[in-house]
Every structure is written in C-alpha cells, then in structure tokens.
C-alpha cells in the first residue's frame, strides 16, 4: 500500500501551520479586545455586571482565554521580554505559501 503522495503531506502541513497562525492571532485579538471593552472595571466584573454571569463563570472564561492567549504569545516566540528558544510562528513561516 503507497502511502499519501508529497503534494498531500505539504498541503497539509501548509493548512496546519496556516489556520494554527490565523487562531492564535484571533486569540490575541479577542483577549486585547475584551481588556479594552472592559476597561477598568475589568474582564470579570464587566462580564459579571453585562451578562449576569456568576464569579465562577466570569473567572473561567477570562482564566480559558488568558492561558490560550498565554499560549499563543509563545507560539509567537515569547512574551513580556521572554523569549523562548524556539519561534514556532518563524519556524512555520515556510509552510505558510504566501497566506
């Protein structure tokens, strides 16, 4: 049995590194989003008082997203001045076939 042929691998290592690029950026978009809409109040208590979620519901949606966007700052190589030894945004960019 032939396994898959190269233009399928690289099709879909390419689609791979490219929505994994584009979700993590959405991530980072929506956190900062959600700060600025927030305000000073903050994330937590600005859910709580807008949508009437309880303090557990607020805290785990703000918790989920920050660690996603904790996540996706180091897939971007590192965040607040801590770079990680390896960029995997940078180390993808080949894959991306000008996306």
Known sequence: MAG???????????QFAVTLRDVFQQILWYNDSLAAWAGQTGPVAALKSTYGLSDADA?????????LADLAAKYQGGSGGQQLPVNY????RSMWGGQ
């Not at 805290?59 to 660690?67: E, K, P, S």
């Open 4 to 14: 898959p042929g190269f233009g399928g691998i690289d099709s879909q290592v390419s």
């Open 59 to 67: 805290n785990t949606i703000v918790a989920t997203l920050g660690n």
């Open 89 to 92: 945004m940078a180390n993808s």
